[in-house]
Nanobody
Framework: QVHLVESGGGLVQPGESLRLSCIASGTIFKIYSMGWYRQAPEKQRELVALVTSAGTTRYSDFVKGRFTISRDVAKNTVYLQMNSLKPEDTAVYYC???????????????WGQGTQVTVSS
């Protein structure tokens, strides 16, 4: 079992910043990628950003230039630095990780419980 725990959400005003963190723990042999997704009320969950084990990053267009994803491989941790936040960034942000549980490469694909980000004046 692989567990993900997010932290760092909160209420901020437009233009301010937040930094989200997500720590993975449990039966982990290797993590292939870690990412952040978000879901606003009455909308589908969407990709925000992800980073692979090789360090390759991918961002959705609506956060390019404002958000930065980074990863501490040794700590099984991923971060999302969110700058210039907008009201439309308001959502529950979920952490995701996929990888192998053991040397047989049995895979896992796990989600955190989510952290609320609210951007409002």
């Amino acid at each position: 079992q692989v567990h993900l725990v997010e932290s760092g959400g909160g209420l901020v005003q437009p233009g301010e910043s937040l930094r989200l963190s997500c720590i993975a723990s449990g039966t982990i042999f290797k993590i292939y990628s870690m990412g952040w997704y978000r879901q606003a009320p009455e909308k589908q969950r969407e990709l925000v950003a992800l980073v692979t084990s090789a360090g390759t990053t991918r961002y959705s267009d609506f956060v390019k230039g404002r958000f930065t994803i980074s990863r501490d491989v040794a700590k099984n941790t991923v971060y999302l630095q969110m700058n210039s936040l907008k009201p439309e960034d308001t959502a529950v942000y979920y952490c995701n990780a996929d990888g192998a549980k053991n040397s047989n490469l049995d895979t896992f694909d796990s989600w955190g419980q989510g952290t609320q980000v609210t951007v409002s004046s």
